[in-house]
């Protein structure tokens, strides 16, 4: 199994439960890729970058929320129901929030569009005006997130050890889940995007 948009590398995970060898490389790499698919699911975004283009409903005339945005290559609305998005806005247009792409102190992506020039967005009852093509995701993982990668992995590969959920150890039997562990979770909830509406 080959990494797909990875949050930490396997070698970062080898380190963290002292592997030196190979042999368990494939189920260590699917750890990975659960761990990361985790983390974007209940941080409600993904922390890879990716080039598409997207269509949304502008919020109101003035402001358009989107997905993680890291640079914008065009933007397009309609001005009808056709979908046929005719309308190029020029740099001058539009403005990218939050300003400067820092939140908190943090660093983050763009997430909403604000008309600042000579057009608005059209409302049209909710339907989405509004093409969006750009880079979308973050430009690097978050440190948080890449730990709490490593962290979630690790759990996941070792429940392999654990028929029916239960491992056994100096301590007694404990229940091992799968659920995303508390510390990972504490680790990224920063970066947690609540969607409203």
């Known amino acids: ?43 409600a975004r993904n922390f890879y970058k990716v080039t598409a283009t997207r269509l949304y409903a502008p919020r109101d005339s003035y402001l358009t929320d989107i997905d993680d945005l ?14 046929t998005f005719d309308v190029t806005w020029s740099a001058a247009d539009y403005q ?41 995701g973050f430009n690097a993982v978050p440190d948080e997130v890449n730990f709490a990668t490593i962290l979630q992995a690790a759990k996941l590969y070792k429940r392999k050890d654990s028929p029916l959920g239960v491992i056994s150890g100096e301590y007694g039997a404990m229940r091992v889940g799968v659920r995303l562990d508390p510390q990972v979770s504490e680790l990224v909830d920063a970066w947690r995007r609540i969607r409203v509406g």
Request: aromatic share 6%; charged share 20%.
């Open 70 to 83: 890291v640079s914008l290559t065009t933007l397009k609305t309609t001005d009808d129901d056709t979908q």
């Open 96 to 136: 990218l929030e939050p300003l400067n792409g820092v939140v908190d102190g943090m660093p983050t992506p763009y997430t909403r569009i604000r008309a600042i020039g000579d057009y608005t967005f059209n409302t049209l009852g909710g339907e989405a005006t509004v093409q969006v093509a750009g880079v979308f």
């Open 1 to 43: 199994m080959a990494l797909t948009n990875p949050y930490c590398s396997l070698n970062e995970l080898k380190a963290s439960l002292g592997i030196t060898d190979n042999i368990d490389d494939t189920i260590l790499e699917s750890a990975i890729n659960s761990a990361s698919r985790a983390i974007d699911r209940y941080c």
